[in-house]
C-alpha cells in the first residue's frame, strides 16, 4: 500500500510573514519556492509515496503534474482538513501532511515517519524545539483533527488520546528544521547550498 501525501503552500504573498522585517516580499517568495521544491523533491524520492497533492490558492506549474486542490480559505488546518476529506472520498487509506517550509527533509525520512506511523496508525513529527509539528501520518478516515500552529505538538497528543489513538512520536533532523525565524536563515547559509545563497546579502 502507497501513502499520499498532501502539501500546503500559502499564497506567494502571505509567505513566512515573520520574516517581513528582513526579507522583502519578492524574496519571502522566492524562499517559500525553493523549500517547497525540496519538499516536493523529497516525496518523489520516498518509496512509500504514492501520490502528491498540493493544497493552495497558487496556480502552479510543476513538472511532473503534481494533484492540485484548492485551498478553502482560512488556516492551516483548514487546508487539510479540507484535502484529507477529499481524499478519503476518494478511497485514499493513508496520508502524510506536511507543511512547505522543510529545507533538508529527505525521502529516507519520509519512508522512516510513514514505516513508523504504519505501527499504530498516527505519527507525529514534532518541530526542533518540541513544541510544533511539522509533520502528521494518519489513517484514512479518521476523526482525527489537525492543530499546526503554537504548541501544536501537545495539542496532537490531546487530539490522539481524544480518540484512544497511540501517536508514535517522529524525531529527525529534516523533519525537525522548518524556516521560521530569522536566525533559521543562518542554518540554511550553512548547510542549504546554492539553493539559498541568495540569502547572503541578507544575513551580511
Known amino acids: 500500500m502507497s501513502c499520499w501525501a498532501v502539501v500546503a503552500?500559502?499564497?506567494?504573498?502571505?509567505?513566512?510573514g515573520r520574516l517581513a522585517e528582513i526579507l522583502s516580499a519578492d524574496q519571502?517568495?522566492?524562499?517559500?519556492?525553493?523549500?517547497?521544491?525540496?519538499?516536493?523533491?523529497?516525496?518523489?524520492?520516498?518509496?512509500?509515496?504514492?501520490?502528491i497533492a498540493v493544497v493552495t490558492p497558487e496556480t502552479l506549474t510543476i513538472d511532473p503534474p503534481l494533484t492540485l486542490l484548492k485551498d478553502p480559505g482560512g488556516d492551516l488546518n483548514d487546508a487539510f482538513s479540507h484535502a484529507a476529506q477529499l481524499l478519503a472520498e476518494r478511497g485514499v487509506k493513508e496520508l502524510l501532511v506536511l507543511?512547505?517550509?522543510?529545507?533538508?527533509?529527505?525521502?529516507?525520512?519520509i519512508d522512516e515517519m510513514i514505516r513508523r506511523g504504519r505501527q499504530s496508525g498516527?505519527?507525529?513529527?514534532?518541530?526542533?524545539q518540541g513544541l510544533g509539528t511539522n509533520a502528521v501520518f494518519v489513517r484514512l478516515p479518521t476523526?482525527?483533527?489537525f492543530h499546526f500552529g503554537l504548541h501544536s505538538?501537545?495539542?496532537?497528543?490531546a487530539e490522539a488520546a481524544a480518540h484512544g489513538m497511540v501517536a508514535q512520536r517522529v524525531d529527525l533532523p529534516g523533519l525537525a528544521c522548518d524556516v521560521d525565524?530569522?536566525?533559521d536563515l543562518d542554518l540554511l547559509l550553512e548547510q542549504g547550498g546554492e539553493r539559498y545563497a541568495f540569502l547572503r546579502r541578507v544575513r551580511r
Open 181 to 183: 525565524e530569522p536566525h
Open 9 to 16: 503552500l500559502k499564497a506567494s504573498g502571505e509567505a513566512k
Open 99 to 109: 507543511p512547505a517550509d522543510l529545507p533538508f527533509l529527505d525521502g529516507a525520512e
Open 153 to 157: 505538538f501537545e495539542k496532537h497528543l
Open 122 to 128: 498516527l505519527a507525529i513529527a514534532p518541530d526542533k
Open 143 to 145: 476523526p482525527f483533527r
Open 28 to 51: 519571502r517568495a522566492i524562499l517559500a519556492r525553493r523549500m517547497f521544491d525540496n519538499v516536493i523533491d523529497a516525496l518523489r524520492h520516498a518509496g512509500s509515496i504514492g501520490d
